[in-house]
């Protein structure tokens, strides 16, 4: 299947954790979630959060799961799987929820 992956945002990190995933917690609602660090993108400069979510919107990239490959639970007890991505390396490999698989 395809996945949209589309930026949203803005947020603030709040935590670096194991297996290279970040907690971060949105600067509009406050939401906290967990990413791997691939899936972040620095906005450099300073930007009001309005100037934030309008480059968010800018940007509209598609990513295609090849493979799951692995799967585990978080330290919540939550579900996740070690996405493989069509034309990225193994490198590239990356564990995502299941809300974004």
């Given at each position: 299947g395809?996945?949209?992956g589309r930026l949203r945002g803005p947020y603030a990190v709040m935590a670096v954790l194991p297996h290279l995933l970040i907690?971060?917690?949105s600067i509009v609602d406050e939401t906290v979630v967990k990413v791997h660090i691939r899936r972040l993108q620095e906005v450099k400069g300073a930007h009001t959060v309005g100037e934030?979510?309008?480059i968010a919107s800018e940007e509209d990239e598609e990513y295609v799961v090849e493979e799951i490959?692995?799967?585990r639970?978080?330290?919540d007890g939550e579900h996740e799987f070690?996405?493989?991505w069509a034309g990225f390396e193994v490198e590239?490999?990356?564990?995502e929820t299941f809300?974004?698989?």
């Open positions: 395809k996945l949209k907690q971060i917690q934030l979510q309008q490959v692995n799967h639970l978080d330290e070690e996405v493989k590239e490999n990356s564990w809300e974004t698989v």
